[in-house]
């Protein structure tokens, strides 16, 4: 069982910057692949960004690219996603994810097994 617990969401004006956190329970967090993703009122959870147990790959949706970088520190059990120019339709609720199975495809939100409870995302203009 793994417990995932995000930090770091808030208020920020457009072109803005935030900082999101995801501390990981266990000691096996080094050989998951991690991801973010986020659900914006009355839409679906979509992805944001994963990476790779490895570390060596990452992943963003075209709507972040260039914006938003995702990180681990494996001695840490955290994954970061450092979001930058924030604009309004990045608003939602950010959930962090675990996919312990190593799945070939980590923008899909059933390749997950764990989730944390989420931090919300507001951006204002």
């Known amino acids: 069982q793994v417990q995932l617990v995000e930090s770091g969401g808030g208020l920020v004006q457009a072109g803005g910057s935030l900082r999101l956190s995801c501390a990981a329970s266990?000691?096996?967090?080094?050989?998951?692949?991690m991801g973010w993703f986020r659900q914006a009122p009355g839409k679906e959870r979509e992805f944001v960004a994963a990476?790779?147990?490895?570390?060596?790959?990452?992943y963003n949706a075209d709507s972040v690219k260039g914006r938003f970088t995702i990180s681990r520190d494996n001695a840490k059990n955290t994954v970061y996603l450092q979001m930058n120019s924030l604009k309004l339709e990045d608003t939602a609720v950010y959930y962090c994810a675990a996919d312990p199975s190593r799945s070939s495809d980590l923008t899909r939100v059933y390749e997950y097994d764990y989730w944390g409870q989420g931090t919300q995302v507001t951006v204002s203009s």
């Open positions: 266990g000691r096996t967090f080094s050989s998951y692949s």
């Open positions: 990476i790779h147990w490895t570390g060596r790959n990452t």
